[in-house]
């Protein structure tokens, strides 16, 4: 069993930034892509900002040039740097990581942490 622990949500104003950090840890030979997803109050779960195991980084068109995915692979840790905050960020975030274990590759997630950005 592999489990997520994710730290770094908050309150913080329009503009202001956070950091959030997702570490695994439990049964893993590796992790190939980690991400962030995001989903606010009646609205789906969406995509943020996902990293490769060979550092390779895709991001939503609502977050590029704002947010900034990295991971330490030494620590199985996924990183978000937010910066820039909108109102529109408000959002339970969860990080999300592609785990091999012997022959068997399984999506697990984080329990989530809440990011509010007040206007």
């Known amino acids: 069993q592999v489990q997520l622990v994710e730290s770094g949500g908050g309150l913080v104003q329009a503009g202001g930034s956070l950091r959030l950090s997702c570490a695994a840890s439990g049964s893993i030979f590796s992790i190939n892509d980690m991400g962030w997803y995001r989903q606010a109050p009646g609205k789906q779960r969406e995509l943020v900002a996902a990293i490769t195991n060979g550092g390779r980084t895709n991001y939503a068109d609502s977050v590029k040039g704002r947010f900034t995915i990295s991971r330490d692979n030494s620590k199985n840790t996924v990183y978000l740097q937010m910066n820039s905050l909108k109102p529109e960020d408000t959002a339970v975030y969860y990080c999300?990581?592609?785990?091999?274990?012997?022959?068997?590759?399984?999506?697990?997630w984080g329990q989530g942490t809440q990011v509010t950005v007040s206007s």
């Open positions: 999300k990581a592609d785990v091999s274990y012997w022959s068997r590759r399984t999506d697990y």
